[in-house]
């Protein structure tokens, strides 16, 4: 099964920054939910994990909700991945092997450095970008659409 936590981490975080620069000082999960159109306990497990990653801070009660720990200029995507992924991106059968079949056998160890480049891979083209880049993004769409009256 195929994890959508990155996505949604960095949807989260995203928001919690464009709404940092409209004003907010703490954006509240129960807006960050609709943004992200999915339950709030979902968001919640997210938003620890981020901040035990040293992503976000959290403040509860009136006045409560995220903001982010550091300017998100500073904030890679690798850092992202790695708070709420659980494991390498690419997975070994775990079906158990058949002791008669070489390939069965051997299957694990051919496969580990393939895994291993590909997660690394990964990792450092999300290290080269940095979250200030997708809200930036989405910002200019905003102005432009604005401008067009769209």
Same mark, same amino acid.
């Given at each position: 099964?195929?994890? !959508?936590?990155?996505?949604?981490?960095?949807?989260?975080?995203? !928001?919690?920054?464009?709404?940092?620069? /409209? /004003?907010?000082?703490?954006? $509240? &999960?129960?807006? +960050?939910?609709? !943004?992200?159109?999915?339950? $709030?306990?979902?968001?919640?497990?997210?938003?620890? %994990?981020? &901040?035990?990653?040293?992503?976000?801070?959290? %403040?509860?009660?009136? =006045?409560? =909700?995220?903001?982010?720990?550091? $300017?998100?200029?500073a904030i890679n995507l690798?850092? +992202?991945? @790695?708070?709420?992924?659980?494991?390498?991106?690419? %997975?070994?059968?775990?079906? !158990?092997?058949? *002791?008669?079949?070489?390939?069965?056998? /051997?299957?694990?160890?051919? *496969?580990? $450095?393939?895994? &291993?480049?590909?997660?690394?891979?990964?990792?450092? +083209?999300?290290?080269g970008r940095?979250?200030?880049?997708?809200?930036?993004? #989405?910002?200019? %769409?905003?102005?432009?659409?604005? @401008?067009?009256? #769209?």
């Open positions: 099964m195929k994890s !959508s936590r990155f996505a949604v981490a960095a949807h989260i975080l995203v !928001s919690v920054e464009y709404a940092t620069r /409209g /004003g907010e000082v703490y954006f $509240p &999960s129960t807006a +960050i939910a609709a !943004s992200v159109n999915t339950n $709030p306990v979902f968001v919640r497990e997210l938003l620890r %994990k981020l &901040s035990k990653a040293g992503l976000v801070v959290t %403040k509860e009660g009136k =006045g409560g =909700g995220v903001q982010l720990a550091r $300017p998100a200029s690798a850092e +992202i991945y @790695q708070a709420v992924e659980e494991g390498p991106v690419l %997975k070994h059968n775990t079906r !158990s092997k058949d *002791l008669c079949c070489p390939v069965s056998c /051997g299957m694990d160890m051919v *496969l580990d $450095p393939v895994v &291993s480049e590909v997660e690394d891979a990964m990792l450092e +083209i999300l290290k940095k979250l200030c880049e997708l809200v930036n993004k #989405i910002a200019d %769409k905003t102005k432009v659409m604005a @401008q067009a009256g #769209i």
